[in-house]
């Protein structure tokens, strides 16, 4: 585990070197996003974290393990609906036993009754629909409050923004935006330790948080970035090479169109942590989904 924590801690700090020094071909919007970013970095600072970190203590763990379910079960709609138009018959098909078994036999989703099952958990979001239609590379987007995201997923994320899932169970105003709240404090106690072990490192943040999520994101949806001097880094080799072998093999196979979420670190975060990739990637155990993987996806506001 130390020789993995090492690793990623090289990663970042390879990561954010070029990207600080000169302008980044994938970030043309870079004055208007460092902005957004010093926003949500100091918004977290003061508000969410410290809300975060206050639900945590108050919060038995069970009761905020069904609070994540009950979020994820419907961003298996959202998945659902992306697969659809999609035309991926095989995974809107697991979307949607999913979604059937955990929502009835589940106690409304709060239990994983599916995930204990084996059912794949896809999680496919409007912008993995776009980049299969032929959108698959985006120029790098911050949005106010929600973090780190392209254009392309932006304009996914709007239209679930829109027309949220949860409107179809809480049918008032006060009852759709208080989930939100529980949903964006949940989301951010889960990654409490995690971004608490990052604080001491010396790194340009924004930098880091870019490059990283930009690689990760366009291998999922199979676009390409310009090339710059440093980026033949293999992030398998980085992350991998204290892995098992067959645990690494697995979680190099993640293609575009099986984009289980990958995390890149934002302050402030309401798509839910999904950990699938870590299970796919490393034994599943607290201890390792805290520490190796500082992976966010774009989120999906269900």
Known sequence: MKKTTASLLFLIGMASTPA??????ADPYEGYNRAIFKFNDKADQYVLAPVARGYRKITPKPVRTGVSNFFNNL???VSFGSNVLRLDVKRASEDLVRVGI?????????IDVAGAGGVPDNKNTLGDTFATWGWKNSNYFVVPL???STVRDTAGNAITTVYPVKSAVFHTPAGRWSTTGLNIVNTREALLDLTDGLEDAAIDKYSYTRDLYMKVR???????????EDDNIDIDELVDSDLPAEAGADASNTSAGETADLYLYTPIQTGNTSRDLCKKALPPTAET?????VYFSPPNHS
């Open 289 to 293: 989904q805290t520490q190796v993987f």
């Open 146 to 148: 929600l973090g780190p």
């Open 218 to 228: 366009s291998r999922q949806t199979g676009g390409t970035l310009p090339q710059g």
């Open 102 to 110: 955990n929502t009835t036999f589940g106690l409304g989703g709060l």
């Open 75 to 77: 961003r298996d709609v």
């Open 20 to 25: 600080f020094a000169e302008n980044n071909p």
